[in-house]
């Protein structure tokens, strides 16, 4: 067979050498396993350039014939491709010797799960590895949104579905524990906040999807693994790499908030004085009426002077949302900074990297900051020793004022005819929190000023954010004997997060709390609060420590002629403390950084608002103290099986102090076992358009955590009992011996391809999820002592498709490629004992919390039958006993579930992304489109009783039922006063507000120009880039015209960066 | 730190250096195992579980049940009507009483057991002492009391009245006996059940202080005047002699009912838990059932009412004779929760009984008789007539029993055992014209296990 095909590649050669200028020859040599030394079989050698190859016999010789001025490229599989200008070989038997991938990390795609770099042809399960050209493509300071859209099986849940799980891998198996992907930083599980990793310094990002890739990680790996791979000191010279990003986009939308207008607001509040509603407020005979705020329509209607008319009018012309956006927004500008320099001399390898971000966001008073600094090193003593000592810096800051934006904090929300700005721009008062009447008059001048203007304020608050966060780690990696090494990591973490939120002496909150509690003696014209003067201030600081240290044997040896096993035993053991503190002061000076420590906040004290005495309020103050210990042991083997098959298998288990002592004794190992495939060397499947058709196959059990589980009883203790005063305790949970880690048993079956010379190429897989023993609140026999405890009862499934596909379209000199992903998703509840409501209203209050209804997914979306509106007065119908009904507290508090609509899921069950590149010569453009199918929101709408009390309302209300026959064209019912409570709670839950939330929108774009061939000056290379998202560009499937990723809420405006790259 | 860094040094290079402290650590400190003697103390000092105390109804490990389903009280009409269904069935003695309902007379008794048992175990992790035996013992001692208790409370409601041939052979209670949820938790037959109780009153006789420090605690004394009521219970007089004796020569002390007020809206209100005759507290669970101020109050029968003489002082300190019936006040705890605990009252009470069944007529009598000067008054001589027989003697030790411990949780009891030896008590109580019968020794006399415990152990049914 070889014979033949040197042959017929002699022929072709010959045919071809015809037109040579050079002269064929025979080339001969051997190849070798670089560490072990034993000849290499059926290793495929082929000639650059040309359909010619050949396959080394058992002896590892070969003999190819190839032009002089030819290369060749040696190819094995589990071994790093090698590429030879023949002339090296000419003149007898040449030695060429391949290093194993895990040896050598360049040049082939290789998989860093945390433990070790294998070469993708080792690996049995489903990985996805996103490279740093796909990671700097997007421009923002997150890694998050930089992997949002570049892969398979990852799903970013955008809008309302974003509040149940911001992220998923593979969907999610299980219902009380958290459900994040694990984040590991090189080798080690990162503690803190991903905000904090300059996603500049990342080289690429190792995803681990199914049991095979995952298990290695244990008790922590059944929501995905995400391993980043920070850049490392590379071969060749000193490489520097600068680059920069500025992005900058205008005020956002604040109209995709739905507002009743002034002038339909102005009418409303009319109709209710008109009813009586603020009867109370104009009597004013309680306290509370002389202070509680009413809208200023009610002030001028009460106050009845002749231009009330004249001032109404006035009121219905205004836009608050025209000062908001004045006032309270500014364009953003973003900013991004980085410069790393890598090389190596010697055995000395290095890189380091310095990142700044700066952003000034939307909302006045808002920035950030992030400051990055990383160095590691690493050196070869001789092939035998290798250390390697890493230091990582980042901090990142933020600060904000009293601006969240729409100014929601106010109890009744802000009025649309609200005005918070005069013409030149200076603050006007608002009196959301209280009448003018009574901050007016109460004081008599003794008191401070009451007025709470916002703009003014802004500046009044400082809230600080500071995170710091340090890694340390150091390795060895040792030699012992051929094939076998010791490695002995140990890294500390140390992360500290300190807040501190500062009213000054002239904010409103200040001067608010002392006025209340301000005693007034009108006689002696004084006024004495036993609130000291000064602002306030809240500290909370929150510090974790974490060490973890590993020690590891990795084995590797060729058995045979053509196989290969590696493996790898280790233990590791881990200790995270995490420490938090917060106080409050009162007499707050930031000048002097002073506070005022004497504060009585035992007596009770009469205040100006209220009839009764209240203590001085003591802020936010207590400390903490958690602990979390690891101890974990673990074995991976993989065992390559000449061409065709790669087995392998790997165990870990772990203890850890959650379950004490005695638990984990009785822990069962977390496993997986995985097999590949390679069909394309099959005799039935050799074509030549076949570059690689594999099959992978896995199966094993992750493991998942949870806080609130405790093997051990867990009690809470009170200073006295019902009648002494000594120390009593309470049992909160019983103790549970048997308690264990939840597990996820996963199937998967994958398919990999790469057809037509690399042209098209992707992975098919098909998983099904086992989640079994989730922790969840179950019924017990009362016999123990409790009706009910937290424990391993509940079962889940999901199952699921990752579909990615990439394919040189064109690649010509134009270029064109396109990367398809696809997921499917869809988790269903198996078992769950404790009993859920029957009571179909406990399911719609808010879509995104868990509904543990047996066959159905987690988050669903439900709501009530709707039969339209009475067409005599507006009023919604809904559905009792079948029949058209108004009895609202029936509908509304005994609809069963089954009686309740089931829409579908919250969360997409269809999504993915296509991302097509272009480029040309120096030019490049690329654009990513994404879309999410199959899953259901519900957009708010016109709240009668908010009506009633809040002063904001809904832009619904302007199709309210107002006439017979509207009926006809609407589905808002009538506004009543007085409100309904369940007229209201039924039509905001009613099956109308429910919509598709399918959607496929233009995520953004990038263009770009690379300078090459810099003959002058030190630059290597330059590429200059723009960069925009946000574009609102996108189709949804709604007829409401609602996005479902920005549903009633401010729409940032499109962004546009301008970026380079220079590489020295 | 530094102590974290050796530590971790050492594991790698150990393997298992103090590996069982490192995955000891509480995960959250303000989250408390509780291991220290204090702590497991504070346990045992929950007196809302421990004792029934505090506001609310169903808490504590004395049911209302077999109060409820006896003959010291009975429900106007009106009140019947208003009733949740489970408590009418209690009235009525319904066979399957429970309608799906929490049946808190079991939750709440087992709640205390475990709460015993997680003290009991938590004993199991330290080393007594020199320093520490005094508190270790005590902590021991109660919590084997209170299981011990608990198992009896139960025993009166959910297993049947022991009798010396067949409580061999008759199913009892399941004893919970450890903390842990994965204990396969055993039910016993009756002789277990009670041999269990006095075994464990025995065993902490021996560890506790003799006189209670505080009454929600026990004592050596309450051991005793334990032992004695599980002994009469058990119908083995001989020893219920002997434990009343042993209680009154550690205690005796009786208060003189000539010192209170009887106009108060609850006599007992003033003295509380330092009334001399109380042990140890514990108040009976109680849910519609309750007294005076409640609209659905319990009345008591006119009968009762008329078995207290005319110059007997608890008339009007127990009674309050009202518009449309009579109503309870007599209450230990001094308000309008029933106490259920441990006096010396009953002590004087179950040694005269025991004295007169063994013949010690005259002996009998005179105990008696020490006993009730203090609840006659002043200017009255209480004597019995001399020359009793062993039978009309006990007929009034046996009347002077019902008349001092009612709305103790004793009546039910008393029935169940007086009944075995032929004294035929049959409840009747009439509701809309009907009326219900509870013929003596009726099965119904032993209350169905819980539903929601047969569906997690059906082979209990």
């Known amino acids: 067979m070889n014979r033949m095909k040197i042959i017929i590649s002699c022929c072709l050669l010959m045919a071809v050498g015809k037109y040579a200028r050079c002269q064929d020859i025979d080339i001969r040599a051997v190849v070798k396993d670089s560490v072990t030394n034993i000849p290499l079989a059926d290793v495929t050698i082929a000639v650059v350039g040309s359909r010619s190859s050949v396959k080394t016999e058992h002896t590892g010789r070969f003999l190819i014939v190839a032009n002089e001025r030819d290369s060749l490229r040696i190819n094995h599989i589990g071994y790093v491709e090698r590429t030879i200008a023949c002339s090296k070989l000419i003149g007898g038997d040449k030695f060429i010797l391949l290093t194993p991938s895990s040896f050598q990390i360049e040049g082939v795609e290789v998989l860093n799960t945390g433990y070790q770099k294998i070469s993708r042809d080792l690996s049995t399960g489903s990985v996805d590895v996103v490279d740093e050209e796909v990671l700097s493509r997007v421009v923002s300071p997150s890694l998050l949104d930089r992997l949002e859209n570049t892969s398979s099986g990852l799903l970013f849940n955008r809008g309302d579905a974003s509040e149940s799980d911001p992220f998923l891998i593979r969907g999610r198996s299980t219902i009380t524990a958290d459900a994040a992907p694990l984040i590991v930083l090189d080798d080690f599980p990162f503690e803190g906040s991903i905000d904090l990793i300059n996603p500049n310094d990342i080289a690429s990002v190792t995803i681990l999807k199914d049991a095979a890739a995952a298990s290695i990680w244990g008790a922590r790996a059944a929501n995905g693994v995400i391993v980043i791979t920070t850049k490392q000191g590379t071969k060749g010279k000193t490489a520097v790499t600068f680059n920069s990003t500025v992005t900058a986009s205008g005020k956002p939308d604040l109209?995709?908030?739905?507002?009743?207008?002034?002038?339909?607001?102005?009418?409303?509040?009319?109709?209710?004085?008109?009813?009586?509603?603020?009867?109370?407020?104009?009597?004013?005979?309680?306290?509370?009426?002389?202070?509680?705020?009413?809208?200023?329509?009610?002030?001028?209607?009460?106050?009845?002077?002749?231009?009330?008319?004249?001032?109404?009018?006035?009121?219905?012309?205004?836009?608050?949302?025209?000062?908001?956006?004045?006032?309270?927004?500014?364009?953003?500008?973003?900013?991004?900074?980085?410069?790393?320099?890598?090389g190596n001399s010697g055995g000395y390898n290095y890189a380091l990297n310095t990142g700044y971000d700066r952003s000034l966001s939307n909302l006045v008073a808002e920035s950030s900051e992030r400051i990055s600094i990383r160095m590691q090193n690493s050196y070869r003593f001789n092939k035998k020793a290798n250390i390697s000592l890493g230091v990582l810096f980042n901090e990142r800051?933020?600060?904000?004022?009293?601006n969240n934006g729409l100014l929601t904090d106010f109890g009744d929300g802000l009025s649309p005819y609200a005005k918070l700005i005069d013409e030149r721009g200076n603050g006007l008062p608002y009196y959301g929190f209280y009448r003018q009447g009574f901050v007016d008059t109460v004081g008599r001048g003794l008191l401070q000023d009451w007025d709470f203007i916002p703009v003014d304020e802004i500046n009044r608050h400082t809230d600080k954010m500071r995170d710091r966060d340090v890694i340390v780690n150091s390795g060895l990696n040792v030699g012992i004997m051929k094939g076998l090494t010791v490695d002995v990591k140990y890294q500390f973490q140390g992360n500290w997060v300190k807040t501190s939120l500062a009213r000054g002496e002239d904010s409103f909150e200040a001067r608010n709390i002392s006025n209340m509690f301000s005693q007034?003696?009108?006689?002696?014209?004084?006024?004495?609060?036993?609130?000291?003067?000064?602002?306030?201030?809240?500290?909370?600081?929150?510090?974790?420590?974490?060490?973890?240290?590993?020690?590891?044997?990795?084995?590797?040896?060729?058995?045979?002629?053509?196989?290969?096993?590696?493996?790898?035993?280790?233990?590791?053991?881990?200790?995270?403390?995490?420490?938090?503190?917060?106080?409050?002061?009162?007499?707050?000076?930031?000048?002097?950084?002073?506070?005022?420590?004497?504060?009585?906040?035992?007596?009770?004290?009469?205040?100006?608002?209220?009839n009764y005495e209240m203590l001085v309020p003591q802020g936010n103050n207590f400390i903490s103290k958690m602990t979390d210990n690891f101890i974990s042991y673990f074995a991976n083997a993989s065992y390559a099986l000449g061409k065709r098959f790669v087995f392998s298998g790997s165990a870990r288990k772990d203890e850890a102090n959650l379950f004490g002592v005695e638990t984990n004794m009785k822990g069962t190992p977390l496993w997986s076992l995985g097999a590949v495939w390679n069909l394309a060397e099959e005799p039935f499947l050799q074509r030549d358009w076949i570059s690689r058709v594999s099959l992978r196959a896995s199966y094993g059990a992750n493991g998942n955590i949870s806080r609130i589980a405790s093997a051990q009883t867990r009690a809470a203790i009170y200073a006295g009992g019902q009648t002494h005063s000594n120390m009593t305790a309470i049992i909160q949970r019983p103790p549970n011996r048997d308690l264990k880690w939840e597990k996820v048993k996963m199937m998967n079956l994958g398919l990999d391809f790469s057809l037509f010379d690399h042209r098209l190429s992707g992975s098919v897989d098909y998983y099904v999820k086992d989640a079994v023993d989730l922790l969840a609140e179950t019924p017990t026999d009362p016999t123990m002592g409790f009706s009910s405890i937290y424990t391993n009862t509940a079962n889940m499934q999901v199952k699921g498709l990752d579909l990615s596909i990439q394919s040189k379209n064109i690649a010509?000199?134009?270029?064109?490629?396109?990367?398809?992903?696809?997921?499917?998703?869809?988790?269903?509840?198996?078992?769950?004992?404790?009993?859920?409501?029957?009571?179909?209203?406990?399911?719609?209050?808010?879509?995104?919390?868990?509904?543990?209804?047996?066959?159905?997914?987690?988050?669903?979306?439900?709501?009530?039958?709707?039969?339209?509106?009475?067409?005599?007065?507006?009023?919604?119908?809904?559905?009792?006993?079948?029949?058209?009904?108004?009895?609202?507290?029936?509908?509304?508090?005994?609809?069963?579930?089954?009686?309740?609509?089931?829409?579908?899921?919250?969360?997409?069950?269809?999504?993915?992304?296509?991302?097509?590149?272009?480029?040309?010569?120096?030019?490049?453009?690329?654009?990513?489109?994404?879309?999410?199918?199959?899953?259901?929101?519900?957009?708010?709408?016109?709240?009668?009783?908010?009506?009633?009390?809040?002063?904001?309302?809904?832009?619904?209300?302007?199709?309210?039922?107002?006439?017979?026959?509207?009926?006809?064209?609407?589905?808002?019912?009538?506004?009543?006063?007085?409100?309904?409570?369940?007229?209201?709670?039924?039509?905001?839950?009613?099956?109308?507000?429910?919509?598709?939330?399918?959607?496929?929108?233009?995520?953004?774009?990038?263009?770009?120009?690379?300078?090459?061939n810099l003959q002058k000056g030190p630059l290597h290379s330059l590429k200059l880039f723009l960069y925009c998202r946000d574009l609102h560009i996108h189709w949804s499937k709604n007829d409401k015209g609602v996005d479902p990723f920005f549903n009633n809420v401010v729409k940032p405006a499109p962004s546009l960066s301008f970026g380079i790259v220079a590489n020295l | 730190m530094k102590q974290m860094l050796i530590c971790l040094l050492a594991s790698l290079v150990l393997g298992a250096c103090s590996r069982n402290d490192f995955l000891n650590v509480s995960p959250n400190q303000s989250h408390i195992v509780p291991t220290t003697l204090e702590e497991l103390q504070a346990l045992l000092d929950r007196d809302q579980v421990m004792n029934g105390m505090g506001s609310g109804a169903a808490r504590g490990p004395v049911p209302h049940l077999g109060e409820a389903s006896s003959d010291d009280y009975y429900y106007l009409e009106s009140n019947f009507s208003?009733?949740?269904?489970?408590?009418?069935?209690?009235?009525?003695?319904?066979?399957?009483?429970?309608?799906?309902?929490?049946?808190?007379?079991?939750?709440?008794?087992?709640?205390?057991?475990?709460?015993?048992?997680?003290?009991?175990?938590?004993?199991?992790?330290?080393?007594?002492?020199?320093?520490?035996?005094?508190?270790?013992?005590?902590?021991?001692?109660?919590?084997?009391?209170?299981?011990?208790?608990?198992?009896?409370?139960?025993?009166?409601?959910?297993?049947?009245?022991?009798?010396?041939?067949?409580?061999?052979?008759?199913?009892?209670?399941?004893?919970?006996l450890e903390s842990d949820f994965s204990e396969r938790i055993q039910r016993v037959s009756v002789e277990d059940t009670y041999d269990r109780i006095i075994s464990d009153l025995q065993r902490a006789s021996g560890l506790l202080p003799e006189l209670p420090v505080m009454k929600n605690r026990p004592s050596k004394v309450a051991c005793n005047a334990l032992l004695a009521r599980v002994y009469l219970v058990m119908g083995d007089y001989g020893a219920a002699e002997k434990y009343a004796g042993t209680c009154l020569e550690e205690y005796a002390v009786l208060l003189d009912y000539n010192e209170l007020d009887e106009t108060l809206a609850y006599p007992f209100q003033q003295?509380?838990?330092?009334?001399?005759?109380?042990?140890?507290?514990?108040?009976?669970?109680?849910?519609?059932?309750?007294?005076?101020?409640?609209?659905?109050?319990?009345?008591?029968?006119?009968?009762?009412?008329?078995?207290?003489?005319?110059?007997?002082?608890?008339?009007?300190?127990?009674?309050?004779?009202?518009?449309?019936?009579?109503?309870?006040?007599?209450?230990?705890?001094?308000?309008?929760?029933?106490?259920?605990?441990?006096?010396?009252?009953?002590?004087?009470?179950?040694?005269?009984?025991?004295?007169?069944?063994?013949?010690k007529v005259e002996e009998g009598m005179e105990l008696l008789s020490t006993f009730l000067t203090k609840r006659c008054s002043e200017e009255y001589d209480y004597t019995y007539l001399q020359g009793l027989s062993e039978q009309e003697a006990l007929e009034i030790v046996l009347e002077e029993r019902r008349k001092q411990l009612v709305y103790r949780g004793i009546r039910w009891t008393d029935i169940r055992r007086l009944n075995q030896e032929g004294a035929m008590i049959e409840q009747r109580r009439t509701i809309n014209g009907e009326t219900y019968f509870l013929p003596a020794n009726d099965a119904r006399y032993t209350l169905p296990l819980p539903e929601k415990v047969l569906e997690f152990r059906p082979e209990w049914r």
């Not at chain 1, 009460?302 to 608050?320: G, Y």
């Open chain 1, 397 to 402: 800051a933020q600060e904000n004022g009293r």
């Open chain 2, 271 to 359: 003295i509380n838990f330092d009334n001399p005759e109380i042990i140890m507290v514990f108040n009976m669970q109680g849910a519609s059932f309750y007294s005076i101020n409640r609209t659905l109050s319990a009345k008591v029968p006119s009968g009762l009412f008329n078995l207290y003489k005319e110059h007997d002082l608890r008339k009007e300190i127990f009674f309050n004779v009202g518009a449309n019936g009579i109503d309870f006040k007599g209450n230990y705890s001094g308000n309008t929760y029933y106490f259920a605990g441990l006096a010396i009252d009953e002590i004087y009470l179950i040694k005269a009984e025991c004295l007169v069944r063994s013949g």
């Open chain 2, 82 to 176: 208003s009733l949740r269904p489970q408590h009418q069935n209690y009235y009525l003695w319904s066979p399957n009483p429970y309608v799906g309902d929490v049946v808190y007379d079991w939750d709440r008794v087992y709640e205390a057991i475990f709460y015993a048992n997680v003290a009991l175990d938590g004993l199991k992790n330290l080393t007594r002492s020199e320093i520490n035996s005094t508190q270790f013992d005590a902590i021991m001692g109660s919590a084997l009391f209170h299981r011990a208790h608990a198992f009896y409370q139960l025993a009166q409601i959910f297993a049947p009245p022991y009798d010396k041939v067949k409580a061999e052979a008759t199913p009892g209670l399941p004893l919970r």
């Open chain 1, 812 to 1012: 010509r000199e134009l270029l064109w490629e396109t990367n398809f992903f696809y997921s499917f998703s869809r988790n269903q509840l198996k078992r769950y004992l404790m009993e859920a409501s029957n009571i179909g209203r406990s399911y719609v209050i808010n879509l995104n919390t868990i509904s543990p209804i047996i066959g159905q997914p987690l988050y669903g979306a439900y709501s009530f039958h709707w039969a339209g509106l009475d067409a005599q007065d507006g009023a919604p119908l809904g559905i009792v006993d079948g029949m058209e009904s108004r009895d609202y507290t029936a509908i509304y508090n005994g609809t069963l579930l089954s009686d309740m609509n089931y829409h579908g899921p919250t969360q997409p069950v269809h999504y993915g992304a296509i991302r097509n590149t272009f480029s040309w010569r120096n030019i490049s453009l690329s654009f990513n489109v994404s879309y999410k199918f199959g899953y259901y929101f519900r957009t708010p709408t016109v709240y009668n009783a908010g009506l009633m009390y809040g002063w904001q309302g809904h832009g619904d209300y302007a199709l309210r039922w107002q006439k017979p026959g509207d009926e006809n064209h609407t589905y808002v019912p009538s506004m009543i006063y007085p409100a309904v409570a369940n007229r209201d709670n039924f039509y905001r839950y009613a099956s109308v507000h429910i919509h598709r939330a399918d959607n496929i929108r233009l995520e953004d774009i990038n263009v770009g120009y690379t300078f090459t």
């Open chain 1, 255 to 342: 109209e995709n908030v739905s507002l009743m207008n002034s002038s339909e607001m102005v009418e409303w509040e009319r109709f209710l004085y008109q009813s009586g509603r603020f009867d109370g407020a104009k009597n004013a005979l309680t306290i509370a009426d002389r202070w509680s705020p009413i809208p200023e329509v009610i002030e001028i209607l009460i106050a009845d002077q002749s231009d009330k008319e004249k001032r109404l009018e006035e009121l219905k012309q205004r836009n608050v949302l025209q000062d908001i956006e004045r006032a309270f927004y500014r364009q953003r500008l973003d900013q991004q900074y980085n410069l790393g320099i890598n």
């Open chain 1, 520 to 610: 007034i003696d009108y006689g002696q014209q004084r006024a004495q609060s036993p609130i000291p003067t000064g602002g306030t201030i809240q500290f909370s600081d929150v510090q974790m420590h974490s060490h973890q240290g590993r020690a590891q044997l990795n084995f590797e040896t060729a058995v045979g002629k053509d196989s290969r096993l590696n493996a790898l035993l280790g233990y590791e053991i881990r200790s995270k403390v995490t420490k938090g503190h917060s106080s409050f002061h009162y007499g707050y000076n930031e000048r002097y950084s002073a506070i005022n420590a004497n504060v009585d906040m035992f007596n009770r004290y009469p205040t100006l608002l209220h």
